[in-house]
């Protein structure tokens, strides 16, 4: 009984700490704390299409990926509703070199670059539109 009490108390434990990784991972957060984007910049060489005037929303993505089929319907409808903001996505298993160089790990990962293509804030996973939007806000004040 006691075996059955440890085993229940570790599962709830692990479940917890799966929550709040999963839950983390899809706030956008600021780029000084993501790995391999301090101060970088993206160009539209890098990224194949041009930039945002005001703002970018880079959204890596790959073919099988359901959850980003989502982040793609979000970010496009984003991009579409505020002026100057554009939506680039990009499929990392043909950019292998920029997701090395950004240390993109899953997809969907998505960058919010300013207008000179600064990285603003960055997430993995699947975003929430107020983070976005959010996001969005902080890239355009710079």
């Known amino acids: 009984m006691a075996g059955l009490i440890a085993l229940l108390g570790a599962l709830v434990v692990a479940s917890a700490a799966g929550v709040c990784l999963r839950v983390s991972g899809r706030r956008l957060g600021r780029s000084g704390a993501a790995r ?3 101060g970088e910049r993206l160009t539209a060489e890098d990224l ?3 930039l945002g005037e005001r703002a970018t929303l880079v959204h890596f993505s790959t ?3 359901q959850p980003c ?8 409808q984003i ?9 680039v996505e990009v499929d990392a298993e043909s950019a292998l070199g920029l997701v090395r160089r ?4 899953r997809t ?6 300013d207008r000179d293509g600064r990285i603003v ?3 993995s996973g699947q975003p929430r539109t107020p983070d976005v939007v959010a996001a969005l806000g902080q890239a355009i004040e710079q």
């Open 36 to 38: 391999s984007s301090n």
């Open 48 to 50: 194949g299409s041009p």
């Open 63 to 65: 073919a099988f990926c």
């Open 69 to 76: 089929r989502a982040t793609r319907r979000l970010l496009a």
């Open 79 to 87: 991009s579409g509703q505020v002026d100057g903001v554009r939506h």
């Open 102 to 105: 950004l240390d993109i790990r």
């Open 108 to 113: 969907p990962t998505v960058l919010v670059l």
């Open 121 to 123: 804030r960055r997430a």
